[in-house]
């Protein structure tokens, strides 16, 4: 598979480091406006995931990665680019407008282009082990948020298993680059505060995306967010309201066995803490130990982690494989 990073921030470098480790995957070029010395060097040198255990060099418009060559280019208009033989455009820019440069892609040569995070008008909204069987071929697909991505599949599992009536969901969520390091103006007043220095309630685009991806429980779940002042890794803390009432135990049984066949989710029984989730490739980790219910057993509580770099860049690597192959028995 051949696929084309447009935006090569955390998640176009992440995906660059999965991509490098990964047999069946040609990066064939990397654009982002920044200087490529500059890219070079985050790349090699990143603050959360550690060192690139490898040669890194630029020069020539190439960054070059353990003697693998990569054309790198700096164009703001993407109609400057030869995008020939891409067979999925990653859209990673994280800018406004991400629709109208996945169309220049496409008209650049690619065969599909991928957005990794919400795009109301793209063709199709698609998150693994929730409904990626809606795919029918359509060549512009946003592959969600990284909260919808760790959300929609284990409510899928507890709306299959228990109907899900109506639910909270929070996400306790790492700071992120839309947050300043010191009080800085923004448009959204809690968001001008410092990130390392406050928990910040702000909003989360997982309400209006699930009623795309699960249009069932449209208008069934509220959902907020809670940034807290770690660099990364994230959390839900699910409450749902459910149809079958049920025990501790049953709950447990059932949601583990279900958990532990969906290739994009895992469970954990040991009761770990945020940073050791680090580096994680999952959507979802489910935390056997904080699974709870009410004595009356309507109210089921669900929470998981999941690191929103790595995990998020996980799901962009498989759902260009899907986009590229048709691959979906994989996740069925």
Same mark, same amino acid.
């Given at each position: 598979?051949?696929?084309?990073?447009?935006?090569?921030?955390?998640?176009?470098?992440?995906?660059?480091?999965?991509?490098?480790?990964?047999?069946?995957?040609?990066?064939?070029?990397?654009?982002?406006?920044?200087?490529?010395?500059? +890219?070079?060097? !985050?790349?090699?040198?990143?603050?959360?995931?550690?060192?690139?255990?490898?040669?890194?060099?630029?020069?020539?418009?190439?960054?070059?990665?353990?003697?693998?060559?990569?054309?790198?280019?700096?164009?703001?208009?993407?109609?400057?680019?030869?995008?020939?033989?891409? %067979?999925?455009?990653?859209? +990673?820019?994280?800018?406004?407008?991400?629709?109208?440069?996945?169309?220049?892609?496409?008209?650049?040569?690619?065969?599909?282009?991928?957005?990794?995070?919400?795009?109301?008008?793209?063709?199709?909204?698609?998150?693994?082990?929730?409904?990626?069987?809606?795919?029918?071929?359509?060549?512009?697909?946003?592959?969600?948020?990284?909260?919808?991505?760790? !959300?929609?599949?284990?409510?899928?599992?507890?709306?299959?298993?228990?109907?899900?009536?109506?639910?909270?969901?929070?996400?306790? *969520?790492?700071?992120? /680059?839309?947050?300043?390091?010191?009080?800085?103006? &923004?448009? %959204?007043?809690?968001?001008?505060?410092?990130?390392?220095?406050?928990?910040?309630?702000?909003?989360?685009?997982?309400?209006?995306?699930?009623?795309?991806?699960?249009?069932?429980?449209?208008? &069934?779940?509220?959902?907020?967010?809670?940034?807290?002042?770690?660099?990364?890794?994230?959390?839900?803390?699910?409450?749902?309201?459910?149809? *079958?009432?049920?025990?501790?135990?049953?709950?447990?049984?059932?949601?583990?066995?279900?958990?532990?066949? +969906?290739?994009?989710?895992?469970?954990?029984?040991?009761?770990?803490?945020?940073?050791?989730?680090?580096?994680?490739?999952?959507?979802?980790?489910?935390?056997?130990?904080?699974?709870?219910?009410?004595?009356?057993?309507?109210?089921?509580?669900?929470?998981?982690?999941?690191?929103?770099?790595? /995990?998020?860049?996980?799901?962009?690597? %498989?759902?260009? &494989?899907?986009?590229?192959? *048709?691959?979906?028995?994989?996740?069925?």
């Amino acid at each position: 598979m051949k696929i084309a990073i447009n935006g090569f921030g955390r998640i176009g470098r992440s995906i660059l480091r999965l991509a490098l480790r990964s047999d069946d995957v040609e990066v064939t070029l990397i654009n982002d406006v920044a200087p490529l010395e500059t +890219c070079g060097y !985050l790349f090699e040198y990143d603050s959360i995931f550690g060192p690139w255990q490898g040669q890194v060099t630029t020069g020539n418009d190439r960054l070059t990665i353990n003697g693998r060559e990569i054309p790198f280019h700096r164009q703001r208009d993407l109609a400057a680019l030869d995008l020939s033989g891409v %067979d999925v455009f990653l859209e +990673c820019t994280g800018q406004p407008d991400p629709v109208g440069r996945a169309q220049c892609g496409l008209r650049r040569g690619a065969q599909r282009a991928l957005i990794s995070g919400s795009a109301t008008n793209a063709d199709v909204t698609l998150v693994l082990g929730a409904n990626e069987g809606r795919y029918r071929g359509e060549s512009i697909v946003s592959n969600a948020s990284c909260t919808t991505n760790a !959300l929609a599949p284990i409510l899928r599992i507890l709306d299959k298993e228990f109907g899900v009536i109506s639910g909270q969901m929070t996400t306790v *969520h790492c700071y992120t /680059g839309s947050q300043p390091t010191v009080d800085q103006p &923004r448009e %959204d007043l809690v968001r001008s505060r410092a990130a390392a220095l406050s928990m910040v309630p702000t909003t989360t685009s997982a309400h209006r995306l699930l009623g795309d991806v699960l249009p069932n429980l449209a208008g &069934r779940i509220e959902a907020r967010a809670l940034r807290v002042p770690t660099a990364s890794v994230s959390a839900i803390d699910l409450t749902v309201e459910v149809q *079958h009432r049920t025990d501790v135990d049953s709950a447990r049984r059932i949601i583990k066995a279900a958990v532990e066949t +969906c290739p994009v989710l895992a469970w954990i029984d040991k009761p770990l803490v945020s940073v050791d989730l680090r580096g994680r490739p999952e959507s979802l980790i489910v935390s056997g130990p904080e699974l709870s219910i009410t004595a009356s057993g309507g109210l089921l509580r669900i929470f998981g982690w999941y690191d929103n770099e790595w /995990g998020f860049a996980s799901r962009m690597l %498989d759902m260009a &494989r899907l986009l590229s192959r *048709h691959e979906l028995e994989e996740w069925s």
